[in-house]
């Protein structure tokens, strides 16, 4: 079985005026990549997630792939037309 440690996150929940007084611990939690939920009578009300380090994706990365959806449309040909598709259909 595959292992995926990255999608293992711990998850805490805390209510407002327990978060207000444990603030401190709170975000050193998060700095571990811990996510802490705050509730507001048992309601989920906000969230505290750890930031991320690595952009998702690099610039070459997007550079490389609106080069190939450029490629793609020079590699498309247009089909006829809305009218030339309606005159079609008329005589047919």
């Known amino acids: 079985m ?3 440690p990255n999608l293992v996150r ?10 207000k007084n444990n603030f401190s ?17 048992g ?3 906000a ?6 380090r690595k952009p998702v994706i690099t610039d070459e990365q997007i550079q490389r792939e609106l080069s190939q959806i450029d490629a793609l449309h020079a590699m498309i040909k247009p089909g006829p037309s ?3 598709l309606r005159d079609e259909g008329r005589q047919g």
């Open 2 to 4: 595959a292992s995926f």
């Open 10 to 19: 711990l998850m805490q929940y805390t209510g407002i005026y327990e978060a």
């Open 25 to 41: 611990a709170l975000i050193e939690s998060v700095e571990k990549g811990e996510e802490v939920r705050i509730t507001r009578h």
């Open 43 to 45: 309601k989920e009300v």
């Open 47 to 52: 969230r505290i997630l750890p930031v991320r």
């Open 82 to 84: 809305v009218r030339e």
